[in-house]
């Protein structure tokens, strides 16, 4: 009998699949991310052999888990034909198999999100000698493709041109009843803009998916692909790096050591980064000086990636233990792996031990739109510039807040500074990074954007 396991990881809008087959108690896991203990319980609680751990290409947001596979479970690691691998694996070419039982997977090289890129056609026996599935990796999304971009080295025309005719040329023609099953969902930068369903059909996406349901030339996709494209994330071009190599396998996200504040301050003075996972209005009631908040929500691994400095090692600060291990497992799985403790019971130790407190102001939009025009006052927006062409508050500064910190001089560290963003997440981030700078005064907009648009204030186009 086929399995048909999918797993959804929060934070990275990543999904991975367990394919088999319960007869032949063999299967495959497909993109794994690197806390593989969720893929040997269920190959256990089925009764199967992880035999295959396959990548579809080299990935970009998050550190694989095959060459954990392989040393837990003897599996073989398949991937693309690549020459920058610096470990053992099975490199294949399109139109080999992979026999799981009654289950097999075909390959398909589908270049163009990669150069290596594969995908894999699924086929059951008891369900004909068509394949009923497609799994398409970072090529083809719910209402998005894969970006060509992330390479770089002016590779980005290219690469789009290969992603036309993969999709054109190979994926259409396999007809529209085939499922798709994509690397990732909504929320990802692996494409522009992903939509929510993480799985979908090859007929649903040729009426409702941009790059399909237009009739473009080659020429016209590429250009059209290529415009408005975001910016990739600063840690992408690491993690590329970090997937070629010959991995040092580690047992997991254990909870780093608890610190009393004492300790906590002494790592702190030593140059190492405090982060702070607690809400942005718990942040900015009270922090300790020179924390950087990244609150704990969806959005936290991304923007850990984008901010933090993966050679410096990081101390973390939480409502709680649990809190601070859910954070330490989202950046394990990008690869931030020194985190030397946490901060003992929270800010309540800290506040106890009467320890200096750094605060943020905490505007609505209506104390902006009141004060925006005053001669003290700067505001900044931190949204991407994609955001920001939409419309802004009237008079705002721009500055990205992923460039934030290497553009401090073009603000006045003198003046009340209030940031805001779509929804007061990242303006966080800026405020805490302002304030970590010693400006004087820093003032975040919960709500946001959101909140300005929702109460009918002045708008800024462009």
């Given amino acids: 009998m086929l399995v048909f396991e999918p797993f959804y990881t929060d934070g ?38 992880i035999a295959y751990a ?23 690691i398949i991937g693309g034909r690549a020459d920058n691998y610096e470990f053992e694996l099975r490199q294949v070419s399109g139109g080999e198999t992979i026999e799981l039982g009654q289950a097999t997977l075909q390959v398909m090289h589908t270049p163009g999100h990669t150069p290596e890129h594969i995908s894999l056609q699924l086929f059951d026996a008891q369900q004909g000698d068509q394949p009923i599935a497609l799994f398409t990796g970072d090529t083809l999304f719910n209402l998005d493709v894969g970006r060509p971009d992330l390479l770089g080295e002016g590779s980005e025309r290219k ?22 099953y994509p690397c990732h969902g909504a929320g990802s930068a692996c494409g522009k803009s992903i939509g929510d369903r993480r799985h979908s059909t090859l007929g649903s996406e040729r009426l409702f998916n941009p790059a ?25 071009a690491r993690l590329k790096q970090l997937n070629v190599r010959s991995a ?32 942005i209005l718990a942040f900015g009631g009270g922090h300790v000086p020179g924390a950087i908040n990244i609150a704990l929500r969806n959005e936290f ?47 309540t130790d800290w506040q106890n031990a009467a320890l200096p407190l750094n ?24 949204r991407s510039p994609q955001e920001v062409a939409a419309g802004r508050v009237p008079g705002a500064r721009h500055i990205f807040v992923a460039h934030l910190a290497d553009r401090l001089n073009e603000l006045d560290p003198d003046k ?45 186009e462009g």
């Fill in 12 to 49: 990275l809008a990543q999904i991975s699949y367990l394919i088999g087959d319960s007869k032949a108690a063999v299967a495959a896991v497909i993109d794994p991310r690197r806390d593989i203990d969720i893929y040997l319980q269920m190959a256990k609680a089925r009764g199967l052999r």
């Fill in 54 to 76: 396959i990548e579809t290409h080299i990935h970009a947001d998050f550190v694989s888990g095959a060459q954990a596979l392989a040393k837990r479970t003897g599996a073989q």
């Fill in 159 to 180: 690469l789009a041109g290969a992603l036309y005719h993969t999709l054109f040329d190979h994926y259409l023609p396999l007809g529209d009843r085939i499922e798709i």
């Fill in 212 to 236: 399909l349901r237009e009739q473009r030339s080659e020429d016209a996709f590429i250009d059209w692909l290529l415009a408005d494209m975001p910016e990739p994330p600063r840690h992408y």
């Fill in 248 to 279: 040092v396998q580690m047992e997991g996200a254990s909870l780093p050591p608890p610190l009393a504040p004492s300790e906590f301050e002494t790592l702190a003075a030593r140059g190492m980064q405090v982060v702070d996972v607690r809400s």
């Fill in 301 to 347: 691994v991304n923007w850990a990636g984008w901010m933090l400095d993966d050679a410096r090692p990081i101390l973390l600060v939480g409502e709680s233990a649990d809190d601070v291990h859910q954070a330490v497992t989202q950046l394990y799985r990008i690869g931030l792996d020194d985190i030397r403790g946490y901060l003992r019971n929270g800010m």
């Fill in 359 to 382: 605060r943020l102001q905490e505007w609505t939009v209506h104390e902006l739109n009141a004060r925006r025009e005053a001669p003290d006052v700067q505001v900044l927006d931190v």
């Fill in 416 to 460: 009340t500074t209030a940031t805001y963003c779509g929804s007061g997440y990242r303006a966080s981030i800026a405020a805490s990074i302002l304030k970590k700078a010693g400006f004087r005064d820093v003032a975040n907009v919960p709500g946001s954007w959101m909140a300005w648009k929702a109460a009918n204030l002045p708008v800024q």
